[in-house]
């Protein structure tokens, strides 16, 4: 391999003052605006994002495009000490000028075809200028962001400022950091990876990377931690005379990140905006018999109760309210039970916890069970989060609803939504598929502008009309009938679904049909690498529950393009329209055909949570296809409101918080 012979080296850790102070140092997060300033910095959004942006960097890609012979003519050795001399120019110069950078995006671009076998379309060279510049990039599925955000991180790792590379999942983290490494080593960065499963001493070494691959969890649960260790500390002033007066004190022992400076987000979409109303908790478990109790004695409280008559249901905020007759027979039944029972909104409290266990969270969709816990399943992605607990006492209602042994309680001792950790970065950048729908929010939230770049070649994928039922039993019996049909004809098929329960039903129904199938969900994540890899290949056929967000690319097999390439079917909208998007986009990469379909029903919990009374009346009476396109996208608009919602309250929360808490300093 090119480069090899070269391996990137540094010197010596030395903790100087300036290295110690951006160790802790990062962006305060500015609030929120208001009123008119915020109707203001919405119309700067939308100069940001006008179309001569995306044509300055195209005329920029095509002066890449001219240095290409250049650099083409030299020798691995002669092209890697023009890349050494760009690195020490980054090292020095924050912001290299114009025309320094484009060469060295050049020089760049030629090591990567050298070094991992791929040049660098346009359109991935105008995606690495725009997330060198601060910006979210759109790319279609197969586009090639992988690389793209490579050439990118070469140029930030230069500057030895800490940079990291956000993935969704462990495993894309592993996947893009290995496949890299050879370009980095080349091009004189230090390339690292932290995954969950890795010590705090390896997690330190590969922090201190020029680049580090991880995922957002990993990164903030890292980043608290470290705030954690040091307490008062965190200020870098107060470590200098701590260091003064006690030169011995080991302040920094145990701390594993460098500081907080580059971020380049991969499936941008997921991270920033459907993950983002969730903060990351650091929670200690403290023993908590009377709790455990509780606990139970409240799920067989919540099973005497009926819905109607005793407690109602709002699906579209997902709460529990009591009606009079409910709290009155909560309080009889209550009436011989301790302390704990006597007081009225401490039991309607812990009743209402179990009731919202029971109507809104169910296994293999919110959760699974494995080894006899209960694992939360991440709802955008398909993946099991076994380190993970809801908190308020409803993890441990869902245990007691499973009738499984009681985890002890946890309580919290540090906490930070995504939002704010992301606005934390000097410089934040991104890629995903589907960005321009929520450019706005990316803009008000971020300050991150959005560009759309074209297809390297014309996407020519159908989409067939979407089919609508009234009955949701109708809608899976019509699906496995097109699934069959298409089955007959080797077009392979990608299946997907929104939760595990969905695919495992879909999968017992191609089972009673004979059909030959993969199922890629959250309990079989094992096999995803492998089942990926041949989707793409005839007759095959493949259910996944989420795929959307993945980072999955499938390839089309043998004689594939010739039947028409992958067939995509959603066998249910999403709340969120992006999420179709990026599942229909996994058919027609990079020009190649394919086609995709969604298959509804007035039954779906779309439908059911987001969709007004009158309209969902006039659906069921009156259906036809000309309506329900127009419900379902009525619904969607709803649904994504109501979650823009729950974002603002949380930016709300964070500034509310920085407000009250400003009498103890930072």
Request: charged residues 30%; hydrophobic residues 40%.
């Amino acid at each position: 391999m090119p480069g090899n012979d070269i391996e990137a080296t540094s010197a010596p850790a030395v903790r100087t003052p300036g290295a110690d102070y951006c160790r802790t140092a990062y962006r305060v997060p500015e609030r929120p605006l208001k009123g008119l300033d915020s109707a203001v910095n919405w119309g700067i959004g939308l100069y940001e994002r006008r179309g001569a942006r995306r044509d300055e960097l195209t005329e920029q890609a095509e002066r890449v495009e001219a240095f290409a012979k250049d650099y083409a003519e030299l020798k691995d050795h002669g092209l890697q000490e023009r890349l050494f001399q760009f690195r020490d120019h980054f090292r020095r110069e924050a912001h290299p000028g114009r025309e320094v950078l484009l060469a060295a995006l050049a020089a760049v671009r030629e090591a990567a075809h050298r070094c991992v076998g791929l040049r660098a379309f346009p359109v991935q060279l105008v995606g690495a200028l725009a997330l060198h510049r601060g910006w979210l990039v759109e790319m279609a599925t197969g586009e090639g962001k992988t690389l793209t955000a490579g050439l990118a991180a070469v140029l930030a790792g230069w500057s030895k400022r800490p940079t990291h590379i956000i993935t969704v999942n462990d495993y894309l983290a592993q996947r893009d950091a290995d496949w890299l490494r050879p370009l980095y080593v080349f091009c004189g960065v230090r390339a690292g990876c932290v995954t969950s499963s890795i010590g705090a001493d390896e997690r330190a070494r590969e922090y201190s990377r020029d680049v580090t691959y991880t995922t957002s969890k990993e990164l903030l649960a890292d980043f608290l931690r470290d705030r954690l260790r040091l307490g008062s500390l965190h200020n870098p002033t107060r470590r200098l005379i701590r260091r003064l007066l006690q030169p011995r004190d080991a302040m920094t022992v145990g701390l594993v990140l460098r500081g907080l400076h580059t971020a380049i987000v991969d499936e941008a979409d997921s991270v920033l905006i459907d993950e983002a109303v969730t903060p990351l908790i650091i929670s200690a478990t403290r023993k908590n018999e009377m709790l455990r109790e509780v606990g139970r004695l409240a799920a067989q409280i919540a099973n005497e109760l009926q819905p109607e008559a005793d407690y109602r249901v709002d699906l579209r905020y997902r709460e529990i309210e009591l009606t009079q007759a409910g709290e009155r027979k909560l309080a009889a039944r209550c009436g011989g039970l301790p302390g704990f029972w006597r007081g009225d909104r401490r039991r309607v409290e812990i009743v209402r916890t179990a009731l919202v266990a029971r109507e809104f969270f169910h296994r293999d969709r919110q959760y699974i069970l494995a080894d006899g816990k209960v694992v939360i399943v991440d709802e955008f992605t398909g993946r099991p989060m076994p380190q993970r607990t809801w908190r308020e006492g409803l993890h441990q209602a869902i245990e007691a609803k499973e009738a499984i042994e009681l985890s002890d309680p946890t309580e919290t001792v540090a906490r930070m939504s995504f939002q704010r950790f992301f606005r934390c970065f000097h410089r934040l950048a991104g890629m995903t598929g589907t960005a321009w729908e929520a450019a706005a929010e990316f803009w008000q939230t971020y300050g991150l502008p959005v560009i759309c770049l074209p297809h390297h070649k014309p996407c020519i994928r159908q989409h067939w009309p979407g089919r609508f039922f009234l009955k949701e039993g109708e809608k899976w019996a019509a699906i496995v009938d097109e699934i069959e049909r298409i089955h007959r004809t080797a077009r392979p098929l990608l299946v997907g679904t929104r939760s595990v329960a969905a695919s495992e039903q879909l999968a017992l129904r191609l089972t009673q049909r004979g059909l030959d199938f993969r199922l890629l969900n959250a309990t079989r994540l094992a096999e995803e690498a492998m089942i990926i890899a041949v989707a793409g290949e005839r007759g095959r056929i493949t259910i996944a529950t989420n795929l959307a967000g993945r980072g999955t690319d499938i390839r089309l097999g043998q004689g594939v393009r010739e039947l028409g390439g992958l067939h995509v079917i959603a066998t249910e909208r999403h709340e969120s329209g992006r999420v179709d998007r990026q599942l229909f986009g996994r058919a027609g990469r990079q020009g190649d055909p394919g086609s995709a379909q969604a298959f509804v029903s007035a039954e779906d919990d779309l439908v059911r949570r987001h969709l007004p009374v009158m309209l969902k009346k006039a659906l069921l009476s009156t259906p036809n296809a000309v309506l329900a396109r127009t419900a379902f996208a009525l619904a969607q608009r709803r649904a994504q409101r109501l979650a823009r919602k729950q974002r603002l309250a949380v930016l709300r929360s964070d500034a509310w918080q920085d407000e009250a808490l400003s009498f103890a300093g930072e």
